[in-house]
C-alpha cells in the first residue's frame, strides 16, 4: 500500500493519522474527487484528431446534447395502448390490446395425476431374484466341496 504524505507528514495508511487530521484528509480527498468530475476535459482536449474527425465528434456531441435536452420526461411517454394503436395493422387497429384478455390455455395432461408411475412390483421382483441367485450360489458351493473332498 502506498505511503500517505499530507500536511508534511508521511503516514503508512489512513488508520495510522489522529482522527482530526484524518477527517481533514478525507475532506479534501472528497474534494478533490468532486473538483476531477465537474472538471472532466472534452475528449478533444485528451485525444489528438484531425480538424475532419473533430468537427464529426463535435457534431455527434451535439446531436447527442440535442436528443437528451428535447428528450420527453417520464409522464410524457405513450402508453402501451397507444404504441399498439401506431403499430398494428389497419385491420387490427380495433382490437383491445390490453394482455389481461388473454387466458393460458388448458393444461394437457392433469398435473394431479402422474403420467410415469412406478412399478408395484419393483421390490417384490428384486426380493425374489435375490433369494434364486443366493439359493444357486449356495447349490454351485455345496457341489463343489463335494467333488473337492
Known amino acids: 500500500m502506498p505511503r500517505i504524505e ?3 507528514r ?3 495508511n489512513e488508520f495510522e493519522m489522529p482522527l ?3 477527517q481533514a484528509y478525507n475532506k479534501e480527498k472528497e474534494e478533490q474527487t468532486k473538483k476531477n468530475k465537474t472538471g472532466t476535459k472534452s475528449l478533444t482536449d485528451i485525444v489528438d484528431m484531425s480538424p475532419e474527425v473533430q468537427a464529426i465528434y463535435e ?3 451535439g446531436k447527442v446534447e440535442e436528443k437528451l435536452a428535447s428528450s420527453r420526461p417520464s409522464n410524457e411517454l405513450p402508453r402501451t395502448e397507444d404504441i399498439y ?11 383491445p390490446s390490453d394482455e389481461s384478455i388473454y387466458r393460458p390455455s ?4 392433469d398435473p394431479d395425476k402422474s403420467v410415469i ?3 408395484p412390483a419393483f421390490g417384490i421382483n428384486r426380493f425374489v431374484s435375490s433369494i434364486i441367485w443366493a439359493l444357486l450360489f449356495i447349490i454351485i458351493v455345496y457341489f463343489a466341496l463335494q467333488f473337492l473332498r
Open 6 to 8: 499530507f500536511r508534511g
Open 10 to 12: 508521511t503516514y503508512n
Open 20 to 22: 482530526d487530521i484524518r
Open 59 to 61: 457534431r455527434a456531441l
Open 85 to 95: 394503436r401506431q403499430s398494428a395493422p389497419d385491420d387490427m387497429k380495433h382490437l
Open 106 to 109: 388448458e393444461p394437457l395432461i
Open 117 to 119: 408411475e412406478p412399478e
